[in-house]
């Protein structure tokens, strides 16, 4: 499954130097995947945040950057 493009919420912070969580809505249930942050994504990303999927390397391991409001 592509889920690249998808959207989640980070439910472990995501930054520099630290292995994030994040809960994606996916198959009909919600998975967890281990998150890094995308190529350069330099902010830390908090938990609470939504992200966007822009890598998925199976089987759980996603790289995501924030969704900002402009």
Avoid: N, S, W
């Amino acid at each position: 499954m592509d889920m690249v493009g998808m959207t989640g919420r980070v439910t472990g912070a995501v930054g520099p130097g630290l292995v994030g969580e994040v809960i994606v809505h996916i198959r009909g249930g919600a998975e967890h995947f281990l998150a890094y942050p995308a190529p350069g994504e330099r902010a830390r990303i908090e938990v609470g945040a939504v992200v966007t999927v822009v890598e998925h390397q199976p089987p759980r391991t996603v790289y995501v950057m924030g969704v900002y409001d402009d």
